[in-house]
């Protein structure tokens, strides 16, 4: 599990029951994207909650959560 702390203290990442968030304070978590399946039966993940964009084409949802959770670790979570 990656954390990204700020100069502020403020710690960010993607949530995972890894280690127990609540010993760094009280957690606010939000989502960070949408994984849905599509009219043609594939899957995309749209990162619109954090600013970023649609990825589509996944042929199943395992591939789309694998995109979700590389966006996050190089856009979001990178600072």
């Known amino acids: 599990m ?3 702390i ?4 403020t710690v960010r990442c993607l949530y995972s ?3 127990d968030l609540t010993l760094l304070g009280t957690p606010q978590i939000r989502r960070g994207s949408h994984v849905e399946p599509i009219a043609d039966g594939r899957w995309c993940a749209d990162l619109g909650p ?3 964009p649609v ?3 996944f042929a199943s949802r395992s591939q789309a959560l694998a995109a979700e959770e590389a966006w996050l ?3 979001w979570l990178s600072g």
């Open 73 to 75: 670790l190089t856009h």
């Open 17 to 19: 029951e890894a280690i």
């Open 50 to 52: 954090v600013s970023g």
């Open 55 to 57: 990825l589509v084409g």
């Open 6 to 9: 700020s100069t502020s203290g």
């Open 2 to 4: 990656q954390l990204l």
